[in-house]
């Protein structure tokens, strides 16, 4: 698909410039990583779990107060669970590459906000930050990976002039 007026190209990222088929492994694993962690949220043990995070965002306590800690996780499920569902039908539909691969960078993006924003991040036995807590300070950081997986599939979905990309 391509706009005139911008002069961007969306693609199947997996199919974009030069051999990127080892992208489908990236699309794959947040297909399994937002359908367990999007079906997880519709438990009580998860929606406790990730109270903590949600409390003390400042982008989205606001859902605790809105739906409640049980509300708040399944409002997020759904939305991992869409996410999945995007990055699924991106592997045939390059509209839904880049939506796809736009949601799960958003998420991403998100849950690293709550390594600046979550008590207990710092070890504070171990001299302070930079030194971090294995929860939920290392659990957290491991965002920074799927940030990153996130982001090769939605540079590779989207096309533009400024990336100085041409299909071979």
């Given at each position: 698909?391509t706009?005139r007026a911008?002069?961007?190209r969306?693609q199947i990222?997996e199919?974009?410039v030069?051999?990127?088929?080892?992208?489908?492994?990236?699309r794959?694993?947040?297909?399994?990583i937002?359908?367990w962690?999007?079906g997880?949220?519709?438990?009580?043990?998860?929606?406790?779990?990730?109270?903590?995070?949600?409390?003390?965002?400042?982008?989205m306590?606001?859902l605790?107060?809105?739906?409640?800690i049980?509300?708040?996780?399944?409002?997020?499920?759904?939305l991992?669970?869409?996410?999945?569902?995007a990055l699924?039908?991106?592997?045939?539909?390059?509209?839904?590459?880049?939506?796809?691969a736009a949601m799960s960078?958003i998420?991403?993006?998100i849950?690293?906000t709550?390594?600046?924003?979550?008590?207990?991040?710092?070890?504070?036995?171990?001299?302070?930050?930079p030194?971090?807590?294995?929860?939920p300070?290392?659990?957290?950081?491991?965002?920074l990976?799927?940030?990153?997986?996130?982001l090769?599939l939605?540079f590779s979905?989207?096309?533009?002039?400024?990336?100085?990309?041409q299909?071979?």
């Amino acid at each position: 698909m391509t706009t005139r007026a911008n002069q961007i190209r969306l693609q199947i990222a997996e199919r974009s410039v030069g051999s990127l088929s080892h992208l489908a492994l990236l699309r794959w694993a947040l297909v399994v990583i937002f359908l367990w962690f999007g079906g997880m949220k519709f438990t009580a043990y998860e929606a406790n779990g990730i109270a903590p995070f949600i409390a003390h965002s400042p982008f989205m306590s606001w859902l605790h107060a809105l739906f409640g800690i049980g509300g708040a996780s399944y409002v997020i499920g759904v939305l991992e669970l869409s996410t999945a569902a995007a990055l699924i039908v991106g592997a045939i539909k390059p509209f839904f590459s880049a939506l796809g691969a736009a949601m799960s960078t958003i998420t991403y993006l998100i849950t690293l906000t709550f390594f600046l924003s979550t008590p207990g991040v710092a070890e504070p036995t171990a001299g302070g930050f930079p030194a971090i807590s294995a929860a939920p300070g290392q659990f957290l950081l491991k965002d920074l990976v799927l940030l990153a997986a996130s982001l090769c599939l939605l540079f590779s979905s989207v096309q533009g002039p400024w990336l100085n990309v041409q299909k071979s």
